[in-house]
């Protein structure tokens, strides 16, 4: 059977209500992404859904996949960042992999037999990836890699990791180098399962390389031009987290629709107040615009143009949305939104990732302000 994008969307949608939702809240509180659902998702071919059709993907658009990471946000967006991670490792595989890293990694990748994770972030370098201190040094065995890697999204349940390194250390962002590490390499470990403030059912760990000695051939694209590489990974994870915060935002808003029309308050129902209904349309122009932006950033990386300043533009506008949704949302439940048996706190909690995750508002309307700016000159 062939699937439609509604077909994708319809079964996500599905899915997230009847297998994500019903255990949200204990994958917040234990801290755990449900790998017990894995398998489910890999069998309804979500993970490779705007993939070429010759490396056993979907073929679909970039805004099926997309709403699909949506529609399962909604129930658990920890679970919706697992799949922005894989697909930001399989970008840069499918756009800069040679010929054998392709024939090697990517059709399993795709089919979901195996799972990738991203690794830029270290203590000293998050939104500043130039910063890092990872080395990895050239051997007669091949690449020995030391350094640790913090805030690693898919940490334990990865297959393969790409990992951002310093090749030529003196050179800065000039020198550094993108590698493939398996998850057996001798060497690597994985540690500090980080207990967050939200996307709780994300796996986030630290990875600790110590002389892990890597074949040669796991080298991404040409040695030291892997900054602009690890930059175009981070275009679509922006893209990916425009998605999981209209997931977010769109569930706070229908929690808050639900409360207003059932609760009553001074003799009638609280959406009958002018102050319940401003919030609701404030709201609802802020998701609106958000998903304008993100269906043209969509647009603009099927078609195969650049879509950099896209991505930070919906993101950026997209946190804003969500923080200013969720809090309208606590506002309208009142005390009930903010105990922990409710949703609204948990989506509240979460929507700050959005601000911070895959490029912080601040670096982001740098990069947007003066990418403008040249434009005008």
């Known amino acids: 059977m062939v699937l439609t994008s509604e077909d994708f969307i319809v079964k996500a949608k599905e899915f997230a209500e009847e297998y994500v939702k019903p255990i949200s ?41 997309f709403n699909v990471v949506k529609e399962l946000s909604k129930a658990s967006p920890g679970v919706g960042l697992m799949f922005i991670v894989h697909w930001m490792a399989v970008d840069v595989l499918l756009k800069y992999g040679t010929d054998e890293q392709k024939e090697k990694y990517l059709k399993d990748l795709i089919k979901g037999k195996r799972v990738a994770a ?17 080395i990895a040094e050239k051997t007669e065995e091949g690449w020995k890699l030391n350094g640790t890697k913090y805030f690693c999204t898919n940490g334990s349940i990865a297959d393969v990791y790409l990992v951002a390194c310093k090749t ?52 991404i694209g040409l040695e030291n031009k892997g900054f602009k590489i690890a930059m175009d990974g981070l275009t679509g994870g922006r893209l990916g987290m425009v998605a999981i915060g209209i997931g977010i935002a769109e569930a706070a808003m229908e929690r808050a629709i639900k409360h207003a029309n059932n609760r009553k308050a ?31 950033t969509c647009f603009k990386r099927d078609y195969g143009d650049n879509y950099s300043i896209e991505s930070s533009v919906a993101k950026v506008f997209t946190a804003k949305a969500v923080r200013n949704i969720c809090y309208e949302a ?18 509240y909690r979460d929507g700050r990732l959005i601000d911070i995750g895959v490029g ?12 403008i700016l040249r434009r005008y000159k």
Do not use: W
């Open 25 to 65: 809240k204990e994958l917040d509180e234990s801290n755990r992404f449900p790998e017990e659902l894995l398998h489910s998702m890999v069998k309804r071919k979500f993970l490779g859904i705007h993939y070429p059709i010759e490396y056993e993907g979907g073929g679909e658009s970039s805004l099926t996949s």
């Open 118 to 134: 991203y690794s830029i972030s270290e203590a000293v370098a998050g939104s500043d990836a130039a910063g890092i201190n990872t």
């Open 168 to 219: 030529e250390p003196e050179q800065g962002a000039k020198g550094i180098s993108i590698f493939i590490v398996e998850k057996d390499s001798e060497g690597l470990s994985i540690t500090d399962y980080a207990d967050k403030m939200g996307f709780r059912s994300s796996p986030t760990t630290n990875l600790v390389l110590k002389d892990c000695i890597i074949p040669d051939e796991n080298l």
């Open 266 to 296: 001074f003799g009638k129902p609280l959406s009958k107040l002018y102050s319940i209904q401003e919030k609701i349309a404030s709201s609802h122009i802020s998701l609106e615009a958000a998903k304008g932006l993100f269906e043209k």
């Open 330 to 347: 606590m506002q309208i439940l009142g005390g009930h939104g903010y105990y922990k048996d409710n949703d609204v706190e948990r989506y």
């Open 360 to 371: 912080a508002t601040e670096v982001l309307n740098m990069v947007i302000g003066s990418t």
